[in-house]
Structure formats: structure tokens, C-alpha cells
């Protein structure tokens, strides 16, 4: 453990330092257009997965990239990490996610949500605000682009039971565009809640898309099982190959995020 401790410290000093730097480079794009900046988010991202497997021995991994349709789209994503919000950005022309409003006064990385046209949504405001957050979705997948949204709207742990939102569905429902789920593990090697950055192999599978025209109560029972059976899968591989490399029963890693 005092190994995996130094070296996550290590990476977490770099993260920020890497951080910084693409910020820099960014600031010109500021006067491009959006897509200039998403370039460098991409940059960004590559330069992680770098970080993670030189100074954390975390290998990651892309399955099923063949499976992502072109055009307009909803991307609904397992979420255990902070991860994934890095990385999913490089694989869509036009991505946009669902932000919290606060995040747009953070400085620097605010500038970036409002620059990439993230959907900015106050919570305080209830079902008020999921409606409004709705209607501009639709609006910007209407304009082509690509919809990335959690559907339990959280970080789960690594085995928690899963919690899916109406949401998503109803996202699907107005949108009418075909919805690509995304299964993956990485709360195993970026979990939620510390610091620590256990080795193995990420997966991020981008499973078979869902085409647009069910209806939401049909809909949302195929979207978690599709998810849930694959991430499971990608878990109990992962929990595996922990088990190898640290010594540990199987599930103890992930309980411990």
C-alpha cells in the first residue's frame, strides 16, 4: 500500500501541474471555434491516460469504438469516477454534458464549460430545472450534437445496486436519436472519494446502439440491463486482476473507495 500511496500522490501532483498546462494552451482557442477547444480537452485526456500508466500502472483500454454511430446522439454512461467526464469527450464531434451551475464560476475550467456549451442546470430549482435542461438538450442534439448523461446522476461505487433516473429516458423520448450505452470499471482504479489510484486494467465498452422510436418504459429496462450486465462483467475482470496484482481478495479494492 505505501507503494500505491507515493505513486498516487505522484499522479495527483502531475494531474494538476498537466492540468495547468493544457489550460495555458487552451486560452487561444477561447477566440476558435468550440470544436478547437474539445481538441484540447482530447490532448488532455490522452495526457492522463499517459500519467496513469506510467506512474500507476492503470492500462486503459477502449472496446467496441467501432459501434459509435455518426451524428446526432445520446451517450448514457455508467459513472464510479471523475474519470469518464475526462475521456469520453475525445470519441464525439460535439459532446455536451449536463453541468452543475456552480462549475461555471470555477475559474478557468468555468470559462471552458461555457466556451464547450455544457448545459449548466441549478439543482435548487427541482423539477423546473430538469425540464429546462431537457428542452435545451433536445435543442442541441437537434443541432447534431452528442449528449453525454449519467443515468443514475451520480458516481456509484463498483457493485452498488444501480439507481437509474427517469431522465434518461425521457431524454430519449424527445430527443429521438439513437442512444449508445457505455459500460466500464474504473471506480477499481479511480475511485470516488480518495485519492488513491489502484493498478490494472480500465475498460471503457461501448456496447450496441439502442435505436430511437421505443417507448420509455421499454426503453429503460433494455438501457440498464445492457449496462449493468456488461459493467458487471468488466468489474468482476478487473476485481480478478486486482486480486493478482495486490494480493487482495477480490471486491476489497473497490469496497475501500
Not at 488513491?196 to 440491463?225: A, C, H, M, W
Amino acid at each position: 500500500m505505501a507503494a500505491i500511496f507515493l505513486r498516487s500522490l505522484v499522479f495527483n501532483a502531475l494531474f494538476y501541474v498537466v492540468f495547468l498546462f493544457w489550460s495555458l494552451v487552451a486560452v487561444p482557442t477561447f477566440l476558435l471555434p468550440r470544436a478547437a477547444m474539445l481538441r484540447v480537452a482530447s490532448w488532455w485526456a490522452r495526457s492522463n491516460i499517459l500519467l496513469m500508466r506510467v506512474i500507476c500502472s492503470i492500462k486503459v483500454e477502449f472496446r467496441g469504438v467501432e459501434k459509435i454511430p455518426n451524428g446526432p446522439l445520446i451517450v448514457a454512461s455508467k459513472h464510479q469516477s471523475m474519470w469518464e467526464t475526462i475521456s469520453l469527450l475525445r470519441f464525439f464531434e460535439a459532446p455536451f454534458f449536463v453541468v452543475k451551475r456552480e462549475l461555471k464560476f470555477i475559474p478557468i475550467f468555468g470559462l471552458f464549460i461555457i466556451k464547450t456549451d455544457m448545459v449548466a442546470i441549478d439543482r435548487s430549482k427541482g423539477g423546473r430545472a430538469l425540464l429546462a435542461v431537457l428542452r435545451r438538450a433536445e435543442e442541441e442534439v437537434r443541432h447534431g450534437r452528442q449528449f453525454v448523461i449519467f443515468p443514475e446522476g451520480t458516481r456509484t461505487a463498483p457493485g452498488a445496486p444501480p439507481a437509474y433516473k427517469a431522465g434518461v429516458g425521457m431524454a430519449y423520448v424527445d430527443c429521438g436519436v439513437p442512444c449508445l450505452p457505455v459500460a466500464l470499471n474504473s471506480g477499481l482504479f479511480w475511485p470516488r472519494r480518495t485519492f488513491l489510484r489502484y493498478p490494472g486494467t480500465l475498460v471503457v465498452e461501448f456496447l450496441d446502439p439502442i435505436p430511437p422510436g421505443l417507448k420509455r418504459e421499454e426503453f429503460l429496462p433494455r438501457l440498464q440491463s445492457s449496462i449493468e450486465d456488461a459493467t458487471n462483467r468488466l468489474v468482476a475482470a478487473g476485481q480478478a486482476e486486482q486480486a493478482q496484482l495486490l494480493g487482495r481478495v477480490p471486491g476489497e479494492v473497490a469496497s475501500s473507495g
